[in-house]
Every structure is written in C-alpha cells, then in structure tokens.
C-alpha cells in the first residue's frame, strides 16, 4: 500500500490539534514506514519508528502521550513536549503523571499539585509519591510533603533530602539523623543541609566535617558554605581556597570578602 500524505499528521499537529494527529496516525499504522527520513515539526524531529510506535498503541491518549515522550525527550523542544503532554494528561494516568512531572521540572507547582495528586490514585508507585512530595514542600503543604515524602524515601534515597528539609519544620532532630544517615551514603544536597544546621547551632566542628563530606559529592554550594565558614573563623587562606573551588565547581556567587571590598569603594 502507497505510504500516506504524512503533511496532513503535520499540519494537525503544527496547529495544536494532537489528539486528531494521533488519531490520524493510528488510522494508517500499517501503512507507514520503519525507516526514511524523520519528520520536522515545530523544531523537533519525529523518526519513522518513533511515528509507528504512536500509530500502534491501542488507545488514542496513548498514541498521544507516545508523541508527547518523543518531543520532550529532545533538547529544546521541551515547551513543545509540555504542551503535547497536556493534551495526553486527561486522557490516561500515565499522561497525566508525565504533564506533572514536566510542570515541576519547570517549577510551576501549583499546576504540577492536581494532576500528580490524580496520578497517585491511580499508581501509588515511590518515584510518583516523592515528586508529589517535592511539590508540596515547594508550596508550604508540610504536612502532606511528609506523609508522600516518607513512603518515598523508604525505597528511593533520593527523597531522603526533600524529607529532611520537611521535617526540619519541626522535628528538627529526626531530620538530623535523617541528614547524617544521608550524608554517611553520599546523598546528594544532604551534606550542605546537615552543615548549614549545625553551623547554626555553633556547632562548628560539625559543621566544617559536615561541609566537607558534601565536597566530596561534588556539590560546589557545599564549598562555599565552607568558605564562609573559614572566613567567619579567620582561616583567610583555607576560605580563598575553598572558594576557589566553589568557582570551579559552579558556584559563581560574590563572597562575603568581596562585597565588602565592593561597598567600601562605592562609599
């Protein structure tokens, strides 16, 4: 059979109409080819199997959340990729899981909040509950961020910092132990959050010890909390060191030092 006029799947979808895209794909899947040159629509490129994977799934929200992954897996054409995913969200748990996971990768929560809330009813799985978590936390809702952020970090570590940063609310001394046990595996963001707490409370031994594990992640914020540490205690050689390797790591942020020399030339 002749391949079909693929322009026409273009022209929907150039113009926002994914759901009759999806549906026109699905009606000629065995029609299209595995192999040829890839479509462009809109900046992003859609390959002849990743248009056949759309075209056979078994529902039209399906066929729609395929071609939403294909455009939001490409750099740059993530705006693209959330605006197909919105389509899908209403139309399967998958898709609505998928939109609020793109809309807190973008930091809006407050759209992000009822359609990862609608996805954990339908699959209760960790990674959903923490990202649920992550938002309520992000949005004052401790209470809930605990509750979702609690189931999470038992089974993924990764959750373990968000929970801590909950927990610090008010049970302070649990989110010690938790940021200790984390920082003991070499969690990500544990370290920093343990050193800046005992840096607080004068303890700091604790903290320098605390602020060094987290260099050793790799996490750049980590060293230049150190620096001000050093500089606080009059260690000006261990600071600019420390400092240094903030900058190298990232960490692009005026020190303290610097912002006085800056305001005693403007005085």
């Given at each position: 059979?002749?391949?079909?006029?693929i322009?026409?799947?273009?022209r929907?979808v150039d113009?926002g109409?994914?759901?009759?895209a999806a549906q026109?794909?699905?009606g000629?899947?065995?029609t299209l080819p595995?192999v040829?040159?890839?479509?462009v629509?809109?900046?992003?490129q859609?390959?002849?199997?990743?248009?056949r994977?759309a075209?056979?799934?078994?529902t039209?929200?399906?066929?729609v959340f395929?071609?939403?992954?294909a455009?939001?897996a490409?750099?740059?054409?993530?705006l693209?990729?959330?605006?197909?995913?919105?389509?899908?969200?209403?139309?399967s748990?998958e898709?609505?899981a998928a939109?609020?996971?793109?809309l807190?990768w973008?930091?809006?929560e407050?759209?992000?909040?009822p359609w990862?809330?609608?996805?954990v009813?339908g699959?209760d799985?960790s990674f959903?509950r923490?990202?649920?978590?992550?938002?309520?936390l992000?949005?004052?809702l401790?209470?809930e961020?605990?509750?979702n952020?609690?189931?999470?970090?038992?089974e993924?570590?990764?959750f373990?910092?968000p929970?801590?940063?909950?927990?610090?609310?008010g049970?302070?001394v649990r989110?010690e132990e938790?940021l200790r046990?984390l920082?003991?595996v070499?969690e990500?963001?544990a370290?920093?959050l343990?050193?800046?707490?005992?840096?607080?409370r004068?303890?700091?031994?604790?903290?320098e010890?605390?602020l060094?594990?987290?260099e050793?992640?790799g996490?750049a914020y980590?060293?230049?909390?150190?620096?001000?540490?050093?500089?606080?205690?009059?260690r000006?050689?261990?600071?600019?060191s420390?400092y240094a390797?903030?900058?190298?790591?990232?960490?692009l942020r005026?020190?303290?030092?610097?912002w006085r020399?800056?305001n005693?030339?403007?005085?």
């Open positions: 059979m002749r391949n079909p006029p322009a026409e799947f273009a929907l113009g109409e994914y759901l009759r026109w794909l699905r000629v899947a065995d595995l040829g040159d890839s479509l629509v809109r900046g992003a859609l390959t002849p199997q990743e248009l994977d075209a056979e799934q078994e039209d929200g399906a066929a395929s071609l939403a992954s455009i939001w490409q750099d740059g054409a993530e693209f990729g959330l605006d197909v995913l919105a389509a899908a969200a209403p139309m748990n898709g609505a939109y609020g996971e793109a807190h973008f930091g809006n407050e759209q992000a909040l990862l809330r609608h996805a009813t699959n799985s959903l923490g990202l649920l978590g992550e938002v309520c992000a949005l004052g401790i209470d961020a605990i509750s952020l609690e189931v999470a970090a038992s993924r570590t990764m373990g910092v929970l801590a940063e909950a927990l610090l609310s049970a302070t989110a938790l046990e920082t003991e070499e990500y963001g370290a920093i343990l050193g800046n707490m005992l840096k607080s004068g303890d700091e031994v604790g903290a010890h605390a060094r594990a987290g050793l992640t996490d980590s060293s230049y909390n150190l620096g001000t540490l050093y500089e606080m205690q009059g000006q050689s261990e600071a600019l420390a390797r903030a900058r190298a790591g990232g960490d005026v020190t303290p030092g610097e020399a800056l005693a030339s403007e005085d």
